[in-house]
């Protein structure tokens, strides 16, 4: 994503250097990946007046003699090939001795000087097109400027406002921010890490587009009384937010007719000039980060067979087909979201329109489409047919669906047309989250001394409603900020925008405090499991379906991810034994006479139900699995040892019985083979040889058994050797850049670090440099 500075300062004073705000919005905000510098970009390249166009004979070319603002009123002479030029025109002159725009990230950039063309006419300079500028790829003719906006001899950088600096912005690290993918939202953000209040424009909250019609709130929504558009969403969650208005326009794919700043703007954006409504919604979306669509009012009708608009917003049918407006025909999938007219698919949702309703020279009304669709779909659609358009890499960050109706109206405004219809679908509105939370919770988890003041202060800047209740801060978020849940989002944000490189780092202070209980069990076991022989392994906690199935546990009882990497991680696991099995078979493969492995991990079970903060219970639970090539025993005997002295090392004398249940962990043992594991009445685990049918599943070996223990209930009766740390042992890596000897620079860290043990790390220096780094390991006990 290009950020450019000049459109910040349109919408945030920034009043520090250039390097400092960088720095400040690396720091605060987001990576900055590079600083695209245009300050000089333009330098040299003037606005002109063509005085004289005289055709070249039997040539394409003209002869120009134009007016470059000068004080002796003499004409320069160009020589022009652009079918456009004439003689009166404002155009952009780029002067002898200046770089071509577009050629300056060339290794060698192109100098514009004199020279004969034709051997005839001498031709000083030329005069550019939207391409040459860099403002696009149009090569159609040379630009032309407003002659109410500049005057000849009139720097092109001072009429366009180009001397600036684009940012180029790592998107990734701004997934969870949808609302700073417009600039806007990243003023806004800028505003407040330094500190500034920030006044969002006004149509982000009401609007007065539609004034002239008659609107009424339905069940649905919010829809014009007189002209209707009827909107059916199948599915709430594939689209939250549906808005539409039909605008009757003029010159539908009609491009200004002189260079504006809107496509200077997009240019900086990486976006080419399309025509006026395309150049209008891609202008709208980079400003508010909300994407839109422009139809074919009548193409739409027609395609539907209907005499009225009937939009619906829908999963694609499996095989189901459309051509895109690339004039590429895909074949859609049952994750596509898909716009349609009646039955027939006229957009596929956040990607792309559809050729059958694309605006064209005919077009007299346009459906203008703004909307919220579910990033969880639109990211599949993307890697599916390989769309990574502006509009769908914001959609695949969540756009808030708070803002839709008010950005159509101010898109509607802006390409001023007739609003003829509207609806606003939104059936479920979002309530935002309130979150009460205290100045003591803040300055404890950060490490902090704020004051009240300052962190409301903070908050309000960036656009939180914030309310002082007694001793307790109320702070709601605006729409756009579907990031912010719960008390540690605040804590994180005060942190952020004051900036965490201003809290003083310092030590924690405490006294002396217990090992966490069921990680000294965990300890334990590791401890033991090691004199056993057995090795841990460290394995995905998602699981396909496959592996479910193969361990013979009900697909139904685990928790689906919405948004899983890939097809082999779409469950959360109900036990660990399952995915042991899956590693068993690679083992086996290798020349050791026996093995045995284990792993400690949560587990997850719809049948556990939530908890209290509506989230999934999770166990912690032990697996076990060994294998041998030589019978000595049965192999259930095997594994009844290694559970059997497991518990006995924490003082656990558990009862093994008959297997009775058939829960999810039981189910890949074979019932005549194993045994519950009992202990006070209370199954905590299970011990046994697999099923035929799981060991044939997973290709595994006859002798093999294994067995699984739920920690947190064997944690309740472990008897635990309690552990008191009498001193807090804190340790820091340093690293010192210097042209100094070691021991000189040991003696600095010892003087500099009293009390601490110090251990010499490793030393450094590059080929030709004078100095070294120099790495120390410090320890410090309290």
């Given at each position: 994503?290009?950020?450019?500075?000049?459109?910040?300062?349109?919408?945030?004073?920034?009043?520090?250097?250039?390097?400092?705000?960088?720095?400040?919005?690396?720091?605060r905000?987001?990576?900055?990946e590079?600083?695209?510098?245009?300050?000089?970009?333009?330098?040299?390249i003037?606005?002109?007046?063509?005085?004289?166009?005289?055709?070249?004979?039997?040539?394409?070319?003209?002869?120009?003699?134009?007016?470059?603002?000068t004080?002796?009123?003499?004409?320069?002479?160009?020589?022009?090939?652009?079918?456009?030029?004439?003689?009166g025109?404002?155009?952009?002159?780029?002067?002898p001795?200046?770089?071509?725009?577009?050629?300056?990230?060339?290794?060698?950039?192109?100098?514009?000087?004199?020279?004969?063309?034709?051997?005839?006419?001498?031709?000083?300079?030329?005069?550019?097109?939207?391409?040459?500028?860099?403002?696009?790829?149009?090569?159609?003719?040379?630009?032309?400027?407003?002659?109410?906006?500049?005057?000849?001899?009139?720097?092109?950088?001072?009429?366009?406002?180009?001397?600036?600096?684009?940012?180029?912005?790592e998107?990734?690290?701004?997934?969870?921010?949808?609302d700073?993918?417009?600039?806007?939202?990243?003023?806004?953000?800028?505003?407040?890490?330094?500190?500034?209040?920030?006044?969002?424009?006004?149509?982000?909250?009401?609007?007065?587009?539609?004034?002239?019609?008659v609107?009424?709130?339905?069940?649905?929504?919010?829809?014009?009384e007189?002209?209707?558009?009827?909107?059916?969403?199948?599915?709430?969650?594939?689209?939250?937010?549906?808005?539409?208005?039909?605008?009757?326009?003029?010159?539908?794919?009609?491009?200004?007719?002189?260079?504006?700043?809107?496509?200077?703007?997009?240019?900086?954006?990486?976006?080419?000039?399309?025509?006026?409504?395309?150049?209008?919604t891609?202008?709208?979306?980079?400003?508010?980060?909300?994407?839109?669509?422009?139809?074919?009012?009548?193409?739409?009708?027609?395609?539907?067979?209907?005499?009225?608009?009937?939009?619906?917003?829908?999963?694609?049918?499996?095989?189901?087909?459309?051509?895109?407006?690339?004039?590429?025909?895909v074949?859609l999938?049952?994750?596509?979201?898909?716009?349609?007219?009646?039955?027939?698919?006229?957009?596929?949702?956040g990607?792309?329109?559809?050729?059958?309703t694309?605006?064209?020279?005919e077009?007299?009304?346009?459906?203008?489409?703004?909307?919220?669709?579910?990033?969880?779909?639109l990211?599949?659609t993307?890697m599916?047919?390989?769309?990574?358009?502006?509009?769908?890499?914001?959609?695949?960050?969540?756009?808030?669906?708070?803002?839709?109706f008010?950005?159509?109206?101010?898109?509607?405004?802006?390409?001023?047309?007739?609003?003829?219809?509207?609806?606003d679908?939104?059936?479920?509105?979002?309530?935002?989250?309130?979150?009460?939370?205290?100045?003591?919770?803040?300055?404890?988890?950060?490490?902090?001394?704020?004051?009240?003041?300052?962190?409301?202060?903070?908050?309000k800047?960036?656009?939180f409603?914030?309310?002082?209740?007694?001793?307790?801060?109320?702070?709601?978020?605006?729409?756009?900020?579907?990031?912010i849940?719960?008390?540690?989002?605040?804590?994180?944000?005060?942190?952020?925008?004051?900036?965490?490189?201003?809290?003083?780092?310092?030590?924690?202070?405490?006294?002396?405090?217990?090992?966490?209980?069921?990680f000294?069990?965990?300890?334990?076991?590791?401890?033991?499991?090691?004199?056993?022989?057995?090795?841990?392994?460290?394995?995905?906690?998602?699981?396909?379906?496959?592996?479910?199935?193969?361990?013979?546990?009900?697909?139904?009882?685990?928790?689906?991810?919405?948004?899983?990497?890939?097809?082999?991680?779409?469950?959360?696991?109900?036990?660990?034994?399952?995915?042991?099995?899956?590693?068993?078979?690679?083992?086996?493969?290798?020349?050791v006479?026996?093995?045995a492995?284990?792993?400690?991990?949560?587990?997850?079970?719809?049948?556990?139900?939530?908890?209290?903060?509506?989230?999934?219970?999770?166990?912690?639970?032990?697996?076990?699995?060994?294998?041998?090539?030589?019978?000595?025993?049965?192999?259930?005997?095997?594994?009844?040892?290694?559970?059997?002295?497991?518990?006995?090392?924490?003082?656990?004398?558990?009862?093994?019985?008959?297997?009775?249940?058939?829960?999810?962990?039981?189910r890949?043992f074979?019932?005549?083979r194993?045994?519950?594991?009992?202990?006070?009445?209370?199954?905590?685990?299970?011990?046994?040889?697999?099923?035929?049918?799981?060991?044939?599943?997973?290709?595994?070996?006859?002798?093999?058994?294994?067995?699984?223990?739920?920690?947190?209930?064997?944690?309740?009766?472990?008897?635990?050797?309690?552990?008191?740390?009498?001193?807090?042992?804190?340790?820091?890596?340093?690293?010192?850049?210097?042209?100094?000897?070691?021991?000189?620079?040991?003696?600095?860290?010892?003087?500099?670090?009293?009390?601490?043990?110090?251990?010499?790390?490793?030393?450094?220096q590059?080929?030709?440099?004078?100095?070294?780094?120099?790495?120390?390991?410090?320890?410090?006990?309290?």
């Amino acid at each position: 994503m290009k950020i450019s500075l000049n459109w910040l300062r349109k919408y945030v004073d920034i009043n520090i250097p250039n390097e400092e705000l960088i720095r400040l919005i690396g720091a605060r905000l987001v990576e900055v990946e590079g600083v695209i510098d245009e300050t000089s970009k333009y330098d040299k390249i003037y606005v002109a007046r063509v005085e004289k166009a005289e055709k070249i004979p039997d040539t394409h070319l003209t002869l120009c003699q134009i007016n470059v603002g000068t004080a002796s009123d003499s004409l320069v002479q160009v020589v022009c090939g652009a079918p456009n030029v004439r003689e009166g025109m404002l155009v952009a002159w780029i002067a002898p001795g200046a770089i071509v725009p577009a050629s300056v990230k060339e290794d060698a950039p192109f100098v514009i000087g004199k020279r004969k063309m034709l051997k005839k006419y001498e031709s000083s300079g030329m005069l550019a097109g939207a391409d040459e500028l860099d403002f696009g790829d149009d090569h159609s003719g040379i630009v032309e400027i407003d002659p109410k906006e500049a005057k000849p001899g009139d720097l092109l950088a001072d009429v366009f406002n180009l001397k600036d600096l684009i940012l180029e912005i790592e998107n990734k690290s701004l997934t969870h921010r949808p609302d700073c993918f417009g600039i806007i939202g990243f003023a806004r953000e800028v505003a407040g890490i330094m500190g500034q209040k920030f006044n969002d424009p006004d149509f982000l909250f009401k609007e007065d587009t539609f004034k002239d019609l008659v609107l009424k709130q339905t069940k649905t929504g919010l829809e014009s009384e007189d002209q209707k558009i009827d909107i059916e969403v199948s599915d709430s969650k594939i689209c939250p937010r549906y808005s539409a208005a039909v605008l009757k326009i003029k010159d539908a794919t009609e491009k200004e007719k002189y260079l504006t700043s809107m496509q200077v703007l997009l240019a900086k954006s990486g976006m080419n000039s399309i025509s006026k409504i395309v150049d209008i919604t891609n202008y709208i979306m980079l400003l508010t980060g909300q994407p839109l669509h422009a139809f074919d009012f009548d193409k739409f009708v027609k395609v539907g067979k209907n005499s009225s608009p009937k939009i619906a917003v829908r999963l694609a049918k499996n095989g189901e087909k459309m051509i895109l407006l690339d004039d590429e025909e895909v074949e859609l999938n049952e994750n596509d979201i898909v716009i349609a007219s009646g039955d027939t698919p006229v957009a596929l949702a956040g990607a792309m329109g559809g050729k059958n309703t694309m605006v064209d020279d005919e077009t007299k009304q346009i459906l203008l489409e703004s909307a919220s669709f579910s990033l969880y779909n639109l990211r599949k659609t993307q890697m599916a047919h390989g769309i990574f358009s502006e509009a769908i890499t914001r959609f695949t960050k969540g756009v808030p669906c708070g803002g839709t109706f008010n950005v159509l109206a101010e898109a509607s405004k802006e390409i001023g047309g007739k609003p003829v219809a509207v609806k606003d679908y939104y059936m479920e509105p979002n309530l935002q989250p309130i979150v009460k939370i205290t100045t003591k919770e803040i300055n404890s988890l950060l490490g902090t001394n704020y004051d009240e003041k300052l962190i409301m202060d903070t908050l309000k800047n960036v656009g939180f409603e914030v309310q002082n209740d007694k001793s307790e801060l109320t702070v709601i978020p605006k729409y756009w900020r579907t990031d912010i849940h719960i008390k540690e989002d605040i804590i994180e944000e005060v942190g952020r925008l004051l900036g965490y490189d201003n809290i003083i780092p310092t030590l924690p202070l405490h006294g002396t405090a217990d090992i966490n209980s069921m990680f000294a069990l965990k300890h334990k076991i590791r401890d033991l499991m090691d004199k056993l022989g057995a090795n841990e392994l460290l394995t995905y906690s998602f699981v396909s379906g496959k592996l479910l199935e193969k361990a013979n546990q009900d697909q139904s009882n685990s928790y689906k991810i919405v948004n899983s990497i890939s097809p082999e991680l779409q469950y959360v696991r109900q036990s660990i034994v399952p995915s042991l099995l899956d590693k068993a078979f690679l083992n086996e493969k290798l020349p050791v006479e026996q093995f045995a492995i284990y792993e400690m991990n949560k587990v997850y079970r719809k049948e556990w139900g939530r908890d209290e903060e509506d989230v999934p219970v999770e166990k912690n639970s032990l697996g076990f699995i060994i294998a041998e090539r030589k019978k000595k025993e049965t192999a259930y005997y095997a594994a009844k040892k290694y559970v059997a002295r497991l518990l006995g090392e924490i003082g656990i004398v558990p009862e093994f019985l008959p297997l009775k249940n058939s829960n999810a962990t039981l189910r890949p043992f074979d019932s005549n083979r194993s045994a519950e594991i009992v202990l006070k009445n209370k199954t905590i685990g299970v011990v046994g040889e697999f099923k035929n049918s799981v060991r044939a599943s997973f290709k595994l070996a006859e002798y093999l058994a294994g067995f699984e223990l739920d920690l947190d209930a064997v944690l309740q009766s472990a008897k635990l050797k309690k552990e008191i740390r009498p001193f807090s042992k804190k340790s820091e890596d340093i690293t010192i850049t210097t042209d100094t000897s070691y021991e000189e620079t040991l003696k600095k860290v010892q003087k500099e670090h009293p009390g601490a043990r110090i251990e010499p790390g490793t030393i450094y220096q590059g080929i030709g440099q004078k100095t070294k780094n120099m790495t120390f390991h410090l320890e410090f006990v309290e």
